[in-house]
């Protein structure tokens, strides 16, 4: 899994519609050049809103805030053999330009 954090959503050059869907077309190009690959599985944007829920008495909060530089964005689900191979398939996330981030994790599939 990409989890993809800060980047465009909070860039100050993201501020007109045109810069917004200028950028979005490099997203839909890596998009495409992952499922061409057959590695894109899935993944969605995240909305900059939400709730927390925690704690033994699950205290629900407000959360997470869009002035975080580390407010997650959004994922995909991508394959491959291995970490350092999805790590590979980072090369082009449009976001490294406005110091986003993506956190790479293994997903643990659930026999059930």
């Not at 997203?27 to 033994?56: M, V």
């Not at 008495?57 to 997470?64: A, H, I, L």
Request: include cysteine; charged fraction near 30%; glycine fraction near 10%.
């Amino acid at each position: 899994m990409l989890i993809f954090h800060g980047g465009s959503d909070i860039a100050p050059e993201m501020k007109s519609p045109e810069a917004m869907q200028k950028h979005m077309q490099k997203w839909f190009a890596w998009i495409e050049k992952l499922s061409k690959e057959g590695r894109y599985d899935g993944g969605e944007a995240l909305l900059p809103t939400g709730k927390f829920i925690g704690g033994k008495n699950k205290v629900v909060t407000d959360g997470p805030f869009a002035e975080s530089k580390e407010l997650v964005g959004g994922y995909f689900i991508v394959k491959a053999k291995d970490i350092d191979e999805a790590i590979s398939l980072c090369a082009d996330y449009p976001d490294f330009i406005y110091d986003g981030k993506v956190q790479v994790r293994p997903v643990q599939k659930m026999d059930m």
